[in-house]
């Protein structure tokens, strides 16, 4: 359940492999230069439940890092290096962290951090020294490579995206079980996705400080399998990957799977992936058409999930249940999932309403007692602000987000179906939907698109989307006009930050 084991039984593996690099790690390496480095947390005086935060970009040293801490008991507090230096001291500042680690190449953004941080009593870069940060490498380069003698289970904290105002930090109790034992996230993925009885290796196209892509690399190693980790993701280099390494098991967004399809035929058809037994995909809805086009392509192994960095409820469903029940993202296996009006009413099937979990596990937002209560409702039910309803027989179905809902002449408009057409358009990379001032409607729908080639761009090309999107919805549920953007501020792990286009569009006192 840890790399120590997996090191005293094969030394030699690789553990993982950086994919733009091929720079390589074996468990024996993971292992003692996890130790080596967790030696230097109890120099520093750090003990269980203290906290270290982590600003780098995917990078060799990032899972003997969060591995060192994780045996050591420590909270870890991954941290997007794509945040400005101000975003950044407030994460570093809000989770108590005692340690700051970086790179030579977040620089720009950490020199400007140095007398922002009064609780971080050491810095450190993982590729050099630049006063006042020291080299990590040398740093350990003497410590014992042998485990520390109090070693402990920690735990990942890390921060929401911060789409709706300053992120907040999830902080879930520190394990009190031995590091050999296995995990709730564990157990959950051995029972769906894993395969035990055959060689699994795993591919990791998003960026590690984001939970997901976190949790199952570390899931992962601890079953011994190998980690291919993407610097960036790239659609093609993915496919020459998977063929590459005989990837076995893979993680994406539904933004990587549009933009392999948009790939030329050829292309598409050029790499063997043949390997692969099991897909996921999670973090943000997926497009009925899209997944349909993935499933004729890579067959029934794409496997979708529904769940949050709090950890307060899982719902999964397998492409065989997805055919039966399409656009459903699944039922509960980890909580009870309870649909409820604003008057905290519990809602029969087919009624849409804020999506809850009862009965999952405890979190809270740290520092925000105020953000946990606004979570959880008069009965104790948590929630991370979806929309959506469930069927019959139990299948969860997200219409939108509750922040993002359009409401225009009192009618409740949910952008996402409108973004689930225009994204099947050929001629589309990326789209935004959301409601912008109307003062006849209070709102109207407005569609933001990033096209496959700017040379597309036209009043016509609008039109023609229009048309597209009216011919397949309902007029009200459509834009009524479109602009165009070279890229929308999407993050890699497929989260948009829709917020960033609306505010152009409202005056400041009316934003909220």
Same mark, same amino acid.
């Given at each position: 359940?840890?790399?120590?084991?997996?090191?005293? @039984?094969?030394?030699?593996?690789?553990?993982?492999?950086?994919?733009?690099?091929?720079?390589?790690?074996?468990?024996?390496?993971?292992?003692?230069?996890?130790?080596?480095?967790?030696?230097?947390?109890?120099?520093?005086?750090?003990?269980?439940?203290?906290?270290?935060?982590?600003?780098?970009?995917?990078?060799?040293?990032?899972?003997?890092?969060?591995?060192?801490?994780?045996?050591?008991?420590?909270?870890?507090?991954?941290?997007?290096?794509?945040?400005?230096?101000?975003?950044?001291?407030?994460?570093?500042?809000?989770?108590?962290?005692?340690?700051?680690?970086?790179? $030579?190449?977040?620089?720009?953004?950490?020199?400007?951090?140095?007398?922002?941080?009064?609780?971080?009593?050491?810095?450190?870069?993982? *590729?050099?020294?630049?006063?006042?940060?020291?080299?990590?490498?040398?740093?350990?380069?003497?410590?014992?490579?042998?485990?520390?003698?109090?070693?402990?289970?920690?735990?990942?904290?890390?921060?929401?995206?911060?789409?709706?105002?300053?992120?907040?930090?999830?902080?879930?109790?520190?394990?009190?079980?031995?590091?050999?034992?296995?995990?709730?996230?564990?157990?959950?993925?051995?029972?769906?996705?894993?395969?035990?009885?055959?060689?699994?290796?795993?591919?990791?196209?998003?960026?590690?400080?984001?939970?997901?892509?976190?949790?199952?690399?570390?899931?992962?190693?601890?079953?011994?399998?190998?980690?291919?980790?993407?610097?960036?993701?790239?659609?093609?280099?993915?496919?020459?990957?998977?063929?590459?390494?005989?990837?076995?098991?893979?993680?994406?967004?539904?933004?990587?799977?549009?933009?392999?399809?948009?790939?030329?035929?050829?292309?598409?058809?050029?790499? *063997?992936?043949?390997?692969?037994?099991?897909?996921?995909?999670?973090?943000?809805?997926?497009?009925?058409?899209?997944?349909?086009?993935?499933?004729?392509?890579?067959?029934?192994?794409?496997?979708?999930?529904?769940?949050?960095?709090?950890?307060?409820?899982?719902?999964? $469903?397998?492409? @065989?249940?997805?055919? $039966?029940?399409?656009?459903?993202?699944?039922?509960?296996?980890?909580?009870?999932?309870?649909?409820?009006?604003?008057?905290?009413?519990?809602?029969?099937?087919?009624?849409?309403?804020?999506?809850?979990?009862?009965?999952?596990?405890?979190?809270?937002?740290?520092?925000?007692?105020?953000?946990?209560?606004?979570?959880?409702?008069?009965?104790?039910?948590?929630?991370?602000?979806?929309?959506?309803?469930?069927?019959?027989?139990?299948?969860?179905?997200?219409?939108?987000?509750?922040?993002?809902?359009?409401?225009?002449?009192?009618?409740?408009?949910?952008?996402?179906?409108?973004?689930?057409?225009?994204?099947?358009?050929?001629?589309?990379?990326?789209?935004?939907?959301?409601?912008?001032?109307?003062?006849?409607?209070?709102?109207?729908?407005?569609?933001?698109? @990033?096209?496959?080639?700017?040379?597309?761009?036209?009043?016509?090309?609008?039109?023609?989307?229009?048309?597209?999107?009216?011919?397949?919805?309902?007029?009200?549920?459509?834009?009524?006009?479109?602009?165009?953007?070279?890229?929308?501020?999407?993050?890699?792990?497929?989260?948009?930050?829709?917020?960033?286009?609306?505010?152009?569009?409202?005056?400041?006192?009316?934003?909220?």
């Amino acid at each position: 359940m840890h790399p120590g084991i997996i090191a005293a @039984q094969a030394p030699d593996k690789t553990a993982y492999i950086m994919a733009d690099s091929g720079h390589s790690v074996t468990f024996k390496t993971l292992d003692e230069r996890s130790n080596q480095i967790a030696h230097l947390f109890r120099s520093l005086g750090l003990r269980r439940g203290d906290h270290i935060a982590i600003l780098l970009e995917n990078h060799p040293l990032f899972l003997q890092i969060t591995w060192a801490a994780h045996r050591s008991g420590l909270y870890y507090t991954a941290i997007s290096h794509r945040l400005q230096a101000d975003e950044v001291a407030y994460i570093v500042n809000d989770c108590g962290s005692k340690v700051l680690i970086t790179s $030579i190449a977040q620089l720009p953004v950490a020199e400007k951090l140095l007398d922002r941080m009064p609780a971080v009593k050491a810095l450190f870069l993982a *590729d050099g020294a630049r006063a006042p940060f020291a080299d990590l490498n040398a740093a350990i380069a003497a410590l014992p490579t042998t485990p520390i003698a109090d070693e402990s289970t920690g735990a990942d904290m890390l921060y929401s995206s911060g789409t709706t105002g300053k992120p907040k930090g999830i902080k879930v109790p520190l394990p009190e079980t031995t590091l050999e034992t296995p995990g709730a996230l564990f157990n959950l993925l051995k029972a769906l996705y894993m395969t035990p009885d055959r060689e699994m290796r795993y591919l990791s196209p998003a960026p590690l400080y984001h939970a997901a892509p976190l949790r199952y690399c570390m899931n992962f190693l601890a079953t011994g399998s190998t980690c291919v980790i993407m610097e960036k993701f790239e659609p093609e280099h993915y496919l020459q990957l998977v063929q590459q390494h005989r990837i076995t098991h893979s993680q994406l967004v539904p933004t990587m799977f549009v933009r392999m399809l948009k790939l030329p035929e050829a292309v598409r058809r050029r790499y *063997d992936l043949s390997s692969l037994v099991c897909a996921i995909h999670a973090a943000a809805p997926c497009p009925v058409e899209v997944k349909e086009q993935m499933l004729a392509w890579w067959g029934p192994i794409i496997h979708e999930y529904y769940a949050g960095t709090e950890g307060m409820g899982f719902c999964t $469903i397998s492409p @065989q249940e997805w055919l $039966i029940h399409k656009g459903a993202v699944g039922r509960a296996i980890l909580g009870q999932v309870k649909i409820v009006d604003d008057e905290d009413n519990e809602l029969p099937a087919g009624e849409i309403g804020t999506v809850y979990f009862a009965n999952g596990l405890p979190f809270e937002y740290h520092n925000d007692p105020a953000k946990t209560r606004s979570a959880t409702n008069s009965k104790g039910w948590t929630t991370l602000g979806d929309v959506g309803y469930l069927d019959a027989e139990g299948y969860l179905y997200l219409t939108d987000r509750k922040a993002y809902m359009i409401i225009s002449g009192g009618v409740n408009i949910y952008p996402q179906e409108a973004e689930d057409v225009l994204i099947t358009h050929p001629k589309v990379a990326d789209v935004a939907v959301f409601g912008v001032p109307n003062e006849e409607f209070g709102e109207e729908v407005k569609a933001v698109v @990033q096209p496959v080639s700017w040379a597309d761009v036209s009043e016509e090309f609008a039109q023609e989307l229009l048309a597209y999107c009216r011919a397949r919805l309902s007029h009200i549920k459509c834009p009524r006009s479109i602009d165009f953007e070279r890229e929308l501020p999407r993050h890699p792990t497929g989260k948009l930050y829709k917020r960033l286009l609306k505010d152009r569009y409202w005056p400041v006192s009316t934003r909220h």
